[in-house]
């Protein structure tokens, strides 16, 4: 397994950009994807985006698409989410996550970074 550790999350204006920061340490030659997820007030965590440590392919979730953008430095085992034209409902619990097979569980989790938009 690997850790994680998020940053980068904060209080913004609706409309503006923030970007979290997901460290990866440990077995990081073991991973195979790593994922970006939140948990808004009141509801179950979702999917936001993920990308393959070595594929470099990029999924998101049709609400963010056009507006996140997920990447990674391999020499930093860095993850990075740009989130730009935030909106309230972009409001969450900003998670990462790595699993060791593409269509496997993510069995790593970090311990959440905080992102409020406020209007």
């Known amino acids: 397994q690997v850790q994680l550790v998020e940053s980068g999350g904060g209080l913004v204006q609706a409309g503006g950009s923030l970007r979290l920061s997901c460290v990866v340490s440990g077995r990081t030659s073991s991973t195979a994807t790593v994922g970006w997820f939140r948990r808004a007030p009141g509801k179950e965590r979702e999917f936001v985006a993920t990308?393959?440590?070595?594929?470099?392919?990029?999924p998101y979730t049709d609400s963010v698409k056009g507006r996140f953008t997920i990447s990674m430095d391999g020499a930093k085992n860095t993850v990075y989410l740009q989130m730009n034209s935030l909106k309230r409902e972009d409001t969450a619990v900003y998670y990462c996550a790595a699993r060791r097979k593409v269509r496997a569980e993510y069995d790593s989790w970090g311990q959440g970074t905080q992102v409020t938009v406020a209007s």
């Open positions: 990308i393959g440590w070595s594929s470099g392919r990029t």
